[in-house]
């Protein structure tokens, strides 16, 4: 079982990198704001190395504290950061920025009032967050094709952003509410394949559109 879960974390690790190298790569044809996400898939890069390095080493470190301010604080607030920026409706924008102010409340408010925010995963205060970054989802790609960007939406990587984060987060809600109520190896078996494959293939539309952007933006 740990096997198992050690190499589907080292390839989605492997997964990252090569999404932060070739949307550095690319960036020109990514349009602005990309830094943002690579910033974001950066982190989320590191904190999971570092997971998966202490794991692998048998070290004692508690990696939670880590996790949880880099991906859930940080990573989560550049998603939501990304979006605001690339929003072309006034209004729509200005409901973005409450987004995120509701983001910084969350984990704030998690962070201040939960005894036990680092010791134990927080789990309502990740809901929240990924609930609120759907919305923004669900906002940007109504703007989106609301515009003249859905006439080279193949090439527009933001769309790509979208959709991959729409994938990954609305795959990940219903087996992140029932992992607390794994008690087999075969329901962990599960748990982790299921992980690894909403990731995977979530990342692969983020990947593929890194390629429709490029190839569309030379032509």
Request: aromatic fraction near 22%.
């Amino acid at each position: 079982m740990e096997i198992i879960r050690d190499a589907g974390s080292l390839i989605l690790n492997f997964y990252y990198l090569a999404l932060v190298i070739l949307m550095v790569l690319y960036r020109k044809y990514l349009g602005k704001h990309i830094g943002i996400i690579i910033i974001a898939m950066i982190i989320t890069f590191l904190t999971e190395s570092v997971g998966s390095a202490v794991k692998f080493t048998e070290g004692t470190m508690n990696t939670l504290p880590l996790f949880v301010v880099s991906i859930l604080g940080i990573v989560y607030f550049l998603f939501l950061f990304y979006f605001y920026r690339m929003m072309q409706n006034h209004q729509l924008k200005k409901f973005q920025m409450l987004l995120m102010l509701l983001h910084v409340l969350n984990f704030g408010g998690s962070l201040i009032f939960k005894k036990d925010f680092f010791s134990s995963f927080p789990e309502y205060t990740n809901f929240t967050s990924i609930f609120l970054i759907l919305i923004s989802l669900f906002i940007f790609l109504h703007d989106t094709f609301n515009s003249n960007k859905v006439l080279y939406i193949k090439g527009y990587f933001p769309f790509f952003v979208a959709v991959s984060l729409t994938f990954i987060y609305v795959g990940l809600v219903p087996i992140l509410f029932f992992s607390n109520r794994i008690v087999t190896e075969v329901e962990m078996f599960t748990f982790y394949m299921m992980l690894f494959i909403i990731n995977f293939f979530g990342y692969s539309i983020m990947l593929a559109g890194i390629f429709f952007a490029r190839f569309q933006k030379k032509t």
